[in-house]
């Protein structure tokens, strides 16, 4: 019996390099940054081998770096058998073009390395588009970076060199190929809003985080369904939706959406606006933090700020955008030295914060925290302020509102005496106001 040989690609040995600018704030933390970079290079499928850093007055227009250390860096990658340079900045062509031929091995920079990421992760038909784009429109402008190989034909007077042509060529086919591929998802968000429109019946609430902050774990815990988990960066990119019973009749649909990370790439984040509007149309949204990391307040602040870029970037007739209730969820928080003390320090920033972890009570220090009670708990009562159960009293010959009422809220009970119909119904705060303001007799309880 003959036996199949299998046959393995060799992995990358990478070589991190991080470059900041002297007097900036992030040479306080570039081992950090390297840190994260790493695990980058590892969910990519690389082995990390060495690491330089190098801080710097600005960037050289040819390497980045200055010249004596990318001769420095040459002899190092060689003696260490690197294949694979990991840059923790942002590259232009002309750089990435002029470092690859003078070190001799391929060069990344940190926005490549996660656009690979996301194309390996990503699973479902939106996802899948939405990587395809952001690739394109990063390939773009550095298509001559991958015909240097033309480079010596040169075209006469009148004339171009098929090089040039070849290269002409191709941007019109991308070009073509991302007006398509915008096209497509403008179909998806608009499928997408259509499909909101049909559950209305439960709110909704919105995970949102740092990559890696456990937004995954927490719907596993919370909904008990079958939720891919992994413990690295990015590990899942598909929207998930389940519906979590939070007690005493009361429901949520809890959404998971892709996470955000450091100098996270604006085209990345632009191709997943259709993903990012299932937050925006979230009544809540669960802000999902690592507790146990120790830059976690830098981790909230680009989860923020990348926040209001998506939404600046999805609302462009210049209304103002709606702030929705934020309920910070401290993940994680079973690997806390001390998890009562961190509460009530981190309350005075957010006085709404709970905390939460996946392991069981038994793993925490105050024995009655863990698991994801309280965070259902902050669930209910969102659900209670967000529908509150109202008895609504419509004239029988009202058919019109008794039927907006049925389709809009849910009735629990309704009965008719004298001519008048009441009902009584888990609501809308939105539909309730609406319905005071049109003179309709409301009384909650």
Excluded: C
């Excluded at 004596?68 to 260490?80: D, F, H, M, P, S």
């Excluded at 928080?333 to 038994?362: G, K, Q």
């Excluded at 419509?394 to 009970?413: N, Q, S, T």
């Amino acid at each position: 019996m003959k036996q199949l040989i299998e046959i393995q690609s060799p992995t990358e040995r990478a070589y991190l390099i991080g470059a900041p600018r002297k007097g900036s704030a992030e040479v306080a933390h570039v081992d950090e940054h390297l840190e994260e970079l790493e695990r980058l290079a590892d969910t990519a499928g690389a082995h990390v081998i060495g690491r330089t850093i190098q801080r710097i007055d600005a960037p050289s227009p040819n390497f980045y770096l200055g010249q004596g250390k990318v001769e420095e860096l040459k002899e190092t990658l060689a003696a260490a058998g690197a294949t694979l340079v990991l840059f923790d900045e942002g590259l232009t062509p002309v750089q990435g073009v002029k470092l690859e031929k003078h070190l001799g091995v391929r060069v990344m920079d940190r926005t490549e390395v996660i656009l690979d990421i996301f194309a390996t992760r990503a699973r479902s038909h939106e996802a899948k588009l939405q990587v395809e784009l952001a690739q394109l429109e990063y390939l773009l402008p550095r298509l001559t970076r991958m015909w240097t190989h033309l480079s010596r034909i040169r075209g006469g007077i009148g004339l171009r060199g098929p090089g040039e042509t070849q290269l002409e060529t191709d941007r019109r086919v991308i070009r073509r190929k991302i007006s398509v591929l915008k096209k497509r998802l403008k179909d998806v968000a608009h499928h997408r809003a259509n499909v909101r429109q049909g559950r209305r019946d439960v709110p909704s609430a919105a995970l949102i985080g740092y990559t890696n902050a456990g937004k995954s774990s927490l719907l596993k815990a919370l909904s008990g369904a079958d939720v891919f988990v992994e413990d690295r960066l990015f590990a899942t990119l598909d929207t998930l939706i389940r519906e979590v019973d939070v007690g005493e009749g009361y429901r949520f649909r809890v959404i998971d959406t892709v996470g955000f990370i450091r100098k996270l790439p604006a085209h990345l984040v632009a191709s997943f606006r259709a993903t990012l509007e299932e937050a925006e149309d979230a009544d809540l949204l669960l802000h999902v933090i690592d507790a146990s990391h120790a830059m976690w307040e830098e981790q909230v602040e680009v989860v923020e700020r990348e926040m209001r870029n998506a939404e600046r970037g999805t609302r462009n007739d210049g209304a103002e955008i709606e702030r929705k209730r934020v309920i910070y969820v401290f993940n994680k928080a079973d690997l806390l030295p001390d998890a009562e003390v961190f509460l009530a320090s981190v309350r005075e920033r957010f006085p709404h914060a709970v905390l939460a972890s996946t392991v069981p009570h038994s793993a925490f220090r105050v024995p009655h925290w863990g698991g994801v009670d309280d965070l259902r708990r902050a669930l209910r009562t969102s659900a209670q302020a967000l529908r509150p159960i109202a008895e609504i009293r419509v004239p029988v010959g009202e058919g019109k509102l008794l039927a907006a009422l049925h389709r809009e809220a849910e009735v629990l009970e309704q009965r008719q005496k004298n001519g008048v119909v009441t009902v009584r119904a888990r609501i809308e705060a939105k539909l309730l106001g609406k319905l005071r303001r049109d003179g309709v007799e409301v009384v909650l309880g």
